[in-house]
């Protein structure tokens, strides 16, 4: 649970706390506060623009390049991209050193995410395409799985890991998780042995990679003082194994309640470490096995459409009870787990 300074003021007032021991626990919060280099997560109107507006350059810079834009030339392609993570480094930088963590660290990962558009332009001049050649224009590196982009994923984890050993920024994380994504898919012909990957293989390699890395966001999680910092690795994580998973054709009946179970998993991650991102996939997962059932299973059954009112009808009591009992839950699985998972929830147990 979080407690703000009116909160503890308003203790203060009410005689839970003395004086004396307000000030100095505000002492020491503001100390922390100051301390950590990892900017707090919010949701409001600032930090939304400041998200949108770093995704807005991102996307312009790589995800809407048309062939005009690679038409520069390599060493003007390689030029512009290093003069933009130069100029957004610098700005990040700026912001960074006076507490404006936030916008700062996005200006950080936009510079970051220009190492594609550099190494492209490198690969262009040179003709380093591989066995592969020339895979198309910056545009296609986010639309086309092909092993010549391999050297330009490369320089995006080695530039995001750069980065981090200097920022503390979460976002980074999912920069690197993409182009870790895109090397999974690249280097899955030299995983299978084949010159051709199919939708199948795709679908296993997705499957390990999230495993991957949920495993990494786990450690991250257990190993740093931040939430935060391992927010994008659970999120990529998940959709990678979840959509894998959820991909899945041709499963029998037995297959798909086995699916199901899963996605209840999800949901008890959830409740045990307090990660939100579990719930949101477990629920879609659950929901989507309810309309197999809906219209495959008892597509003709009168009853089932009653049926499942009332197990939405039951969730929705489960979700109340839990509310209520939220503290109480809280307490139980804190005298009750091992210390290690205990690690990976929050202080207080309850966002």
Known sequence: MSYSETDLRAASSAGAISPDELHRLLAYLHQRASSTNTPRAKFDAAHLLWYAGALI???????????????????????????????????????????????GG????????????????????????????????????????????????????????????????????AVISVALW??????????????????????????????GMLSLAWIVDYTSDSRDFGFWLHLFGLMAFWGGISA??????????????????????????????????GAIGITMYLGHLANVVFRDSLLFPFALSLIGVAVVAAGLAYHRKQR??????????????????PQGGVE
């Open 57 to 103: 350059v991102i996307g312009a810079m790589g995800l809407f390049s048309t062939v005009a834009f690679s038409q520069m030339g390599g060493r003007a392609l390689t030029a512009c991209a290093l003069a933009y993570a130069a100029a957004f480094g610098f700005a990040g930088d700026h912001l960074w050193r006076r507490s404006l963590r936030v916008p």
């Open 106 to 173: 996005l200006l950080i990962a936009i510079a970051v995410s220009m190492a594609p558009l550099a190494v492209y332009g490198v690969q262009a001049e040179l003709g380093w395409w591989g066995k592969f050649g020339k895979p198309g224009t910056v545009h296609d590196f986010y639309v086309w799985i092909k092993g010549s982009w391999l050297f330009m994923e490369l320089a995006t984890v080695a530039a995001g890991v750069i980065a981090l050993r200097f920022y503390r920024v979460p976002f980074i994380h």
């Open 182 to 211: 895109f090397m999974s898919m690249d280097l899955t012909p030299w995983i299978f042995n084949v010159g051709h990957i199919d939708w199948e293989m795709r679908r296993i390699v997705s499957i390990w990679f999230g495993l």
């Open 248 to 281: 899945t054709e041709g499963a029998t009946e037995l297959g798909k309640a086995i699916y199901c179970l899963m996605n209840v998993g999800l949901l008890a991650v959830a409740v045990i470490i307090v990660r939100r991102a579990y719930a949101v996939f």
């Open 328 to 345: 109480v839950i809280a307490e139980w699985l804190a005298a009750n787990l091992p210390p290690s998972v205990m690690r990976l929830r």
